[in-house]
């Protein structure tokens, strides 16, 4: 079968959980995650939970661990923590979980991120993985980079993924 035929078998509405990594950011500040939340809903996909979560990698964890027993969720999409300053630890606590990693992912978004940023993109720690059958995707936590990752390459595969995780 090839990569049409397994489009074509693509879940088509995905329940996601969309968390904000930020040590500042609130309900009423918080435009990447809405901005997430809203693309996920324009292509018909359902927010099952969002929260705003501290920057700090033991809460991130246990929160991505805890939300991932639930059978109807198929994937968590986080946005920020994804750089290299010290409060930027959302790569650790993710990459600690990943039984296996979608290393094309973190590619491609830092070479689509140098097209448009330059040689700033190789800062970027975005990432995806499956853990214990769920699709985790941790990208930055700005608004054109969420807008990328959305665009380009989250929304165009979410469903395919699903599909192959589960088969």
Same mark, same amino acid.
């Given at each position: 079968?090839?990569?049409?035929?397994?489009?074509?078998? $693509?879940?088509?509405?995905?329940?996601?959980?969309? =968390?904000?990594?930020? *040590? %500042?950011?609130?309900?009423?500040? !918080? +435009?990447?995650?809405?901005?997430?939340?809203?693309?996920?809903?324009?292509?018909?996909?359902?927010?099952?939970?969002?929260?705003?979560?501290?920057?700090?990698?033991?809460?991130?964890?246990?929160?991505?661990?805890?939300?991932?027993?639930?059978?109807?969720?198929? $994937?968590?999409?986080?946005?920020?923590?994804?750089? =290299?300053?010290?409060? *930027? %630890?959302?790569?650790?606590?993710? !990459? +600690?979980?990943?039984?296996?990693?979608?290393?094309?992912?973190?590619?491609?978004?830092?070479?689509?991120?140098?097209?448009?940023?330059?040689?700033?993109?190789?800062?970027?720690?975005?990432?995806?993985?499956?853990?214990?059958?769920?699709?985790?995707?941790?990208?930055?936590?700005?608004?054109?980079?969420?807008?990328?990752?959305?665009?380009?390459?989250?929304?165009?595969?979410?469903?395919?993924?699903?599909?192959?995780?589960?088969?």
């Amino acid at each position: 079968m090839g990569h049409k035929e397994h489009k074509e078998k $693509a879940v088509k509405n995905i329940n996601c959980m969309v =968390i904000t990594v930020s *040590d %500042t950011r609130t309900d009423e500040t !918080d +435009s990447s995650g809405k901005l997430i939340q809203s693309l996920l809903k324009e292509n018909g996909h359902i927010i099952a939970n969002y929260k705003i979560l501290k920057d700090v990698p033991v809460l991130i964890r246990d929160t991505v661990a805890n939300a991932i027993v639930d059978n109807n969720l198929h $994937a968590i999409i986080i946005n920020g923590g994804t750089g =290299i300053s010290k409060r *930027d %630890t959302t790569f650790e606590a993710v !990459d +600690s979980l990943l039984e296996k990693r979608l290393e094309g992912f973190g590619e491609l978004f830092r070479y689509l991120s140098f097209q448009e940023i330059g040689s700033a993109a190789i800062m970027s720690r975005a990432s995806a993985g499956v853990y214990r059958g769920k699709i985790i995707i941790s990208i930055p936590g700005s608004e054109p980079a969420v807008k990328l990752a959305m665009e380009k390459l989250i929304l165009p595969e979410l469903g395919h993924i699903v599909w192959e995780i589960n088969r």
